[in-house]
């Protein structure tokens, strides 16, 4: 029996994915979110962040270094 993958890379490069929320400091869904992103394979998965946040925060270094972007869109004021 043959078991095709569930996914393959397009011609078009790697599937993408983009995680939204607030700055990448370190506890919650932050720190859950980089042992994923140290383990992605670069030319399967590209991975961003947009975050609610206009100065760095904890992992963004590493963020970058990992390959993935930051898109900063703070929010000015309450949007309610």
Do not use: H, W
Not at 18 to 45: H, N
């Amino acid at each position: 029996m043959n078991i095709a993958p569930t996914r393959s890379v397009t011609a078009n490069g790697p599937v993408r994915g983009l995680q939204v929320g607030g700055p990448m400091g370190r506890g919650g869904i932050e720190t859950g979110l980089m042992p994923l992103l140290r383990r992605l394979d670069r030319r399967e998965v590209a991975f961003d962040f947009m975050v609610d946040a206009k100065g760095p925060a904890a992992y963004d270094d590493e963020i970058l270094a990992l390959g993935a972007r930051i898109i900063r869109c703070p929010r000015e004021r309450n949007l309610l």
